[in-house]
T-cell receptor, first 118, second 116 residues
Framework: GAVVSQHPSWVICKSGTSVKIECRSL??????MFWYRQFPKQSLMLMAT?????????EQGVEKDKFLINHASLTLSTLTVTSAHPEDSSFYIC??????????????FGPGTRLTVL | AQTVTQSQPEMSVQEAETVTLSCTYD???????LFWYKQPPSRQMILVIR??????QNATENRFSVNFQKAAKSFSLKISDSQLGDAAMYFC?????????????FGDGTTLTVKP
């Protein structure tokens, strides 16, 4: 199997507060995880690549101080939206790469987290 | 940089019929992977099918098959015997094979409606 979970699935917060989203690979180890942002009926926009034990690689235009990523273990990556504002409201999706010797590594996705900032 | 283009924002198909979703990509690499993902209303991304560029044989998964034309840089998805549960947004994705667990480039998606 290849199951990825996200927590929470839905969060509402006040403007100025910070929110942490967890992404876990439940039945495999993932050295690499990805964080995406998705607006309704649009494609996934890659925010950053999270590598276990090292700093995340952020895509151009993504504020690394605002979107803090930590990949402390082979099964857990976290995204913290700091000082959230209404424009940060979105659907955030993580994925984890399952790499097996002799097989094509494939990204498996979490169910997503809907963030609403009031 | 690689780009992925899905030229059909919306498609519809009658239940039990066949539909083909288009995808083209642009790359200078020779070794890469291609994927189709399905995103139903629940918004959970689900892998439908994958294709390694070095394989000439088209990938198939039950009712889903691809037409991979490497020279034309085309990667279409055919859904046979369409079912109501196939209704979703479908994304085509490209990933380089240069490194393991590299990032993917996604197309803009095609929304598929299945009519009963």
């Amino acid at each position: 199997g290849a199951v990825v979970s996200q927590h929470p699935s839905w969060v509402i917060c006040k403007s100025g507060t910070s929110v942490k989203i967890e992404c876990r690979s439940l039945d495999f180890q993932a050295t690499t995880m990805f964080w995406y942002r998705q607006f309704p009926k649009q494609s996934l926009m890659l925010m950053a690549t999270s590598n276990e034990g090292s700093k995340a690689t952020y895509e151009q235009g993504v504020e690394k101080d605002k979107f803090l990523i930590n990949h402390a273990s082979l099964t857990l990556s976290t995204l913290t939206v700091t000082s959230a504002h209404p424009e940060d409201s979105s659907f955030y999706i993580c994925s984890a790469s399952k790499v097996l010797a002799g097989e094509t590594d494939t990204q498996y996705f979490g169910p997503g987290t809907r963030l609403t900032v009031l | 940089a690689q780009t992925v283009t899905q030229s059909q924002p919306e498609m519809s198909v009658q239940e039990a019929e066949t539909v083909t979703l288009s995808c083209t990509y642009d790359t200078s690499e020779s070794d890469y992977y291609l994927f189709w993902y399905k995103q139903p209303p629940s918004r959970q991304m689900i892998l439908v099918i994958r294709q390694e560029a070095y394989k000439q044989q088209n990938a198939t998964e039950n009712r889903f098959s691809v037409n991979f034309q490497k020279a034309a840089k085309s990667f279409s998805l055919k859904i046979s015997d369409s079912q109501l549960g196939d209704a979703a947004m479908y994304f085509c994705a490209y990933r380089s094979a240069r490194t393991n667990a590299g990032k993917s480039t996604f197309g803009d998606g095609t929304t598929l409606t299945v009519k009963p």
